[in-house]
């Protein structure tokens, strides 16, 4: 099992550009999360999704769209980059509720400049 | 109020030190508290977790402390090594919309010196 893969792993974009952050995972989770860390910030949810087609928005969903057309994939799209948008961004996956345990990838280092 | 707040910001101890790192919540909603390690250039990784009808809980070295009445936990690392150094974060678990949402702590920076 490879559990959460995202890509890529670094991107720098300038200001106004658009991109996708990939995340895949194969442990069959019906639960999935998009977290970005800033510095001395800990974690923020942007939004999540409770199974394929169905997504909500987190804490910060401001910039970003989600979709989830299958149980695997949480693509994150960034509209019109902005530099508070440098971050290093965190999916996520879990089984089920109620167990405070989520399987993070290992990130996406994003630049806005 | 969903804010877990969590201090030190950074701890530096000695090798086969205790390291102690406590989180403070005001949400009495939330139902499960778990502890996140992150190393550098990774995700963060569950470590150890508590629910908030036990009062302890031991895994090795690390111990969760969890007092209900003042809404405050603690992580205990006990026998600290320079392989502990680490990001920890706190989280506390809310249920809700049919999801869990984790409310994290800022982390703290722990250097064990050898």
């Known amino acids: 099992n490879a559990g959460v893969t995202q890509t890529p792993k670094f991107r720098i974009l300038k200001i106004g550009q658009s991109m996708t952050l990939q995340c895949t995972q194969d442990m069959n989770h019906n639960y999935m999360y998009w977290y970005r860390q800033d510095p001395g910030m800990g974690l923020k949810l942007i939004y999540y999704?409770?199974?394929?087609?169905?997504?909500d928005k987190g804490e910060v969903p401001n910039g970003y769209n989600v979709s989830r057309s299958t149980t695997e994939d949480f693509p994150l799209r960034l509209e019109l980059a902005a530099p508070s948008q440098t971050s290093v961004y965190f999916c996520?996956?879990?089984?089920?509720?109620?167990?405070?345990?989520?399987?993070f990838g290992e990130g996406s280092r994003l630049t806005v400049l | 109020q969903q804010q877990v707040k969590q201090s030190p910001q950074s701890l530096i101890v000695q090798k086969g030190g205790i390291s102690i790192i406590n989180c403070a919540y005001e949400?009495?909603?939330?139902?499960?508290f778990p502890w996140y390690q992150q190393f550098p250039g990774k995700g963060p990784a569950l470590l150890i977790a508590?629910?908030?009808?036990?009062s302890e809980k031991k895994e090795g070295r690390f111990t969760i402390s969890f007092n209900k009445s003042a809404k405050q936990f603690s992580l205990h690392i006990m026998d600290s090594q320079p392989g502990d150094s680490a990001t920890y974060f706190c989280?506390?678990?809310?249920?809700?919309?049919?999801?869990?949402?984790?409310?994290f702590g800022k982390g703290t920076k722990l250097t064990v010196n050898p």
């Open positions: 996520a996956s879990s089984w089920t509720v109620d167990t405070g345990e989520l399987f």
């Open positions: 508590i629910r908030p009808d036990v």
């Open positions: 999704s409770v199974g394929a087609g169905i997504t």
């Open positions: 949400n009495t909603a939330f139902d499960y």
């Open positions: 989280a506390a678990s809310l249920l809700q919309g049919g999801s869990e949402k984790l409310v």
